[in-house]
């Protein structure tokens, strides 16, 4: 059962990567917000995972941290690399 002291713990340890991760790789305020909103989204679906599937790497009371972070970091990985792309010059059409 997930109670509210389990979710503030859980969204602290999400802003915490998120603040990690602008911390390494540096950027503007919008990417530090970006970086905010898809850490909470992978360590949301990381746990998701864990929960349905039984899956627990790292398991502080219901919270599993261990696979909540690893859907942080690659949710956050994968938005960054998405963000940063630069559209081609030229269409083929």
């Known amino acids: 059962m997930i109670t509210l002291p389990i979710v503030l713990f859980g969204l ?5 990567i998120g603040a990690l ?3 390494a790789r540096g950027g503007d305020g919008w990417r530090l ?13 990381g ?3 864990s929960m349905t599937r039984g899956l627990f790497l790292f398991a502080f ?3 599993d941290l261990g696979m ?17 792309a630069k559209p081609a010059g030229k269409s083929g059409v």
Do not use: E, K
């Open 12 to 16: 602290v340890v999400a802003l915490l």
């Open 21 to 23: 991760y602008h911390a």
């Open 33 to 45: 917000l970006l970086y905010f909103f898809l850490s909470i989204i992978g360590f949301t679906a």
């Open 47 to 49: 746990q998701w995972l």
């Open 61 to 63: 009371g219901a919270l």
């Open 68 to 84: 909540g972070a690893i859907g942080s970091i690659l949710c956050v990985a994968i938005g960054d690399w998405l963000s940063r």
